[in-house]
């Protein structure tokens, strides 16, 4: 998958480093780093608050905050297709045309763009202070997608997903869609119920995922504003795989068996690979948000996008 090498970038996109931390909401859609640290903690009896204590505000001993260059070097979607943090940029760009089109054609409500926040090392944001060990993440508190650009290299060497360029892109559209579920009222849905097989928490993760491939369904074909292009060159079944493989990388099963050689569902925050990937495919499919409704679906594994 490669965008079209025309698109204009605008580097005001996105920002670098973070706003002062006020502790509040908890931070959605941590990545593997942030999975790991989670599902050890509930595998082995730890406390994950204290593991995870940069979202609520607590004290912690981490690296004190880095700042990411804001990629001033980023014009064209050629330079995307060469520079992951320019990739970032072009990627908020394209979810801001699609959701900005889709999200009131489909359920009625305004599309708000999220902010979007490069980082090295850790951050203060309005859910808290963050490590880039929790990996990419959306903080609805202060309606913002956070990403140290190191996560994705570390989610080939560590978990094993390829290392294309869709794959990276659906971590990106994935916490966009957290931000979609905070603009619908959803947020809240996964801390009242935050583990199990079953969860609030699975199913707000099934349904980012969900989100994630609904934008990829449109854009390779929506022209992006003020053109006649979309942003991204058709996509091919290897492309997809890409982001499969991503969505297979940080399933709850494969990291837990990859972590401690066994698999506890009843610990599980964001779903096995198996859901993961085909709640993607079912938003990818369609193109429908009524397709991504996991909190009335009675069969994870089976959604309605994929009958």
């Not at 992951?84 to 908020?92: E, M, P």
């Not at 942003?231 to 494969?254: E, I, R, T, Y």
Request: hydrophobic share 35%.
């Amino acid at each position: 998958m490669t965008f079209n090498e025309g698109m204009q970038i605008d580097p005001g996109r996105v920002s670098s480093g973070g706003g002062p931390g006020r502790g509040g909401k908890i931070a959605l859609g941590g990545g593997a780093g942030g999975l790991i640290v989670l599902v050890l903690a509930l595998l082995l009896g730890g406390d994950p608050g204290s593991l995870l204590g940069e979202f609520t505000g607590a004290e912690s001993t981490a690296t004190q905050p880095g700042s990411a260059a804001v990629p001033s070097h980023c014009k064209t979607g050629a330079d995307a297709n060469r520079y992951v943090d320019c990739r970032v940029v072009l990627t908020a760009q394209s979810l801001d045309a699609v959701w900005g089109a889709e999200l009131p054609q489909q359920t009625g409500r305004s599309y708000v763009p999220p902010k979007v926040t490069l980082f090295s090392g850790a951050v203060s944001t309005g859910c808290g202070r963050a490590t880039s060990e929790v990996g990419p993440f959306y903080c609805p508190a202060d309606h913002t997608a956070y990403f140290d650009t190191s996560f994705f290299q570390e989610l080939v060497d560590k978990f094993g997903a390829s290392g294309g360029p869709l794959a990276q892109e659906y971590v990106v559209a994935h916490e966009v869609g957290h931000h979609i579920q905070n603009l619908l009222g959803d947020s809240g849905r996964a801390q009242r119920d935050p583990k199990g097989p079953q969860s609030g928490s699975v199913r707000m993760e099934l349904q980012a995922d969900c989100y994630a491939g609904l934008w990829a369904h449109y854009a390779d074909k929506l022209p992006a504003p003020g053109g006649t292009q979309p942003f991204l060159k058709p996509l091919s079944d290897s492309d997809v795989q890409d982001a499969l493989s991503a969505a297979a990388a940080v399933g709850d099963d494969h990291i837990q068996k990859s972590a401690t050689g066994r698999v506890n569902p009843e610990s599980w925050t964001h779903g096995s690979s198996a859901e993961r990937q085909k709640w993607f495919l079912s938003g990818y499919r369609t193109g429908q948000v009524k397709a991504c409704d996991t909190f009335n679906a009675s069969d994870l594994g089976n959604p309605s996008g994929l009958r």
